[in-house]
């Protein structure tokens, strides 16, 4: 799994122990989760894991320094004013000023290329700082306000928790191409943004179409595209975010899609929240979600109990047929590409379609799925309906 010599010798003279400090401590490493997930879900080499929990504990105490940044630097970099230079170190962006206006471009029948996406998206500091109040375009209400951004943008249907942090993702992402600082910024106009679908939206540009399953992704799981890594391009969101579009790039055209017929009847559409289960440990059912909407796209994200930085996520389209949920996977992160699908689609599951039984409850309050042909028990997860999630 460590192919790199260099990156293995980093690891030969860290000392033996090191594991057990990491569980005094605690791992505080961005997305190392997407690593370790892969031997504790799978039955991985053991070693793999302590390699990469000791590289954990030697980037806690960093992580844990950047934490202390002022708060100064810290607004700068929740717009994703700091970037990777070609060394690979976090430098500052030199030429940002206050955004007061917004360029309206041209209706584009081309989508945005990938290289629009490596950026670095700290999206949470403007969800402190912004109700949807402040944007220029409000309506009445919070639901009216969400529901013009998301005609103007071809946003498919979601929760409003989900629909809002889009939003403010959308948001920071113009903040970022304009290079705008948080403070004294205006919020975009609505015809700034751009349209997830050529086919659907109002708004002038027109996003690659690799780009709203990541989306989907942060939105749900509260990441952010960030490149702090010792070893970028191998642990970090932004290196992540690339080896997204490029994976995406590799869905096979015989990979599985929708089918030309579905019920317009969906008793899954919805919001839901793990009650129980395990994939491999157990996981944590505060922060383990999964989302359907009306037409057809689903996210999930998993984390496990006791290591709050491990996690599974995967999104995409789905179906119900037959009593089978089918998961149509454009999105995965590293630990959820290692899951076995069969047919292999393209690399990292993208395109597999993930196939699950299926049992709802009379009332539709409760959801059990496990993977098709598995047993009762084990990789059962058992969800609730919920109106909003709790975290």
């Not at 810290?74 to 962006?93: C, D, I, M, P, Y």
């Not at 996520?313 to 454009?330: I, Q």
Request: glycine fraction near 8%; proline fraction near 7%.
């Amino acid at each position: 799994m460590i192919a790199d010599p260099a990156f293995a010798s980093t690891l030969a003279g860290i000392p033996g122990d090191a594991e057990k400090t990491l569980l005094q401590h605690g791992a505080q490493a961005t997305l190392l989760e997407d690593i370790a997930v892969i031997n504790f879900t799978y039955g991985g080499v053991a070693l793999t894991i302590s390699l990469v929990l000791v590289l954990a504990v030697v980037f806690s105490q960093r992580l844990q320094k950047q934490k202390r940044k002022s708060t100064a630097e810290e607004v700068k970099r929740a717009t994703g004013l700091f970037h990777l230079s070609e060394s690979g170190f976090l430098e500052s962006e030199p030429s940002l000023s206050p955004c007061t206006s917004f360029d309206i471009p041209k209706v584009q029948t081309e989508p945005l290329p990938p290289e629009k996406y490596y950026v670095t998206l700290r999206w949470q500091a403007l969800r402190a700082k912004t109700s949807w109040k402040d944007f220029p375009w409000a309506g009445a209400s919070r639901e009216t306000t969400l529901a013009t951004w998301s005609n103007a943008v071809g946003c498919p249907k979601l929760p409003a928790s989900m629909t809002e942090a889009l939003l403010l993702i959308e948001t920071s992402l113009l903040f970022t191409w304009d290079r705008c600082t948080l403070s004294d910024s205006h919020l975009p106009p609505l015809n700034a943004y751009a349209r997830y679908s050529a086919t659907s939206g109002t708004a002038s540009l027109l996003h690659n179409p690799a780009w709203f399953p990541l989306a989907v992704d942060l939105a749900l799981s509260g990441d952010e595209m960030i490149p702090e890594s010792m070893f970028p391009g191998f642990v970090s969101t932004h290196a992540l975010a690339k080896r997204h579009f490029e994976y995406w790039a590799q869905i096979p055209s015989t990979a599985p899609g929708l089918p030309n017929h579905t019920s317009t009847h969906n008793p899954v559409v919805g919001a839901w929240q793990l009650v129980s289960g395990k994939i491999g440990l157990k996981l944590n059912d505060q922060t383990t979600k999964l989302i359907y909407s009306e037409d057809g796209w689903m996210v999930a994200s998993l984390r496990w109990a006791g290591w709050p930085y491990f996690r599974m996520d995967y999104s995409g389209r789905y179906y119900l047929k037959n009593g089978v949920m089918h998961h149509l996977c454009h999105y995965n992160s590293p630990g959820a590409g290692m899951e076995t699908v069969k047919p292999v689609q393209g690399p990292g599951n993208y395109g597999a379609d993930r196939q699950r039984d299926m049992f709802l409850s009379e009332d539709g309050s409760i959801l059990t799925l496990r993977p098709l042909g598995g047993q009762i028990g084990g990789q059962n997860l058992t969800w609730r309906r919920v109106d909003e999630f709790t975290q």
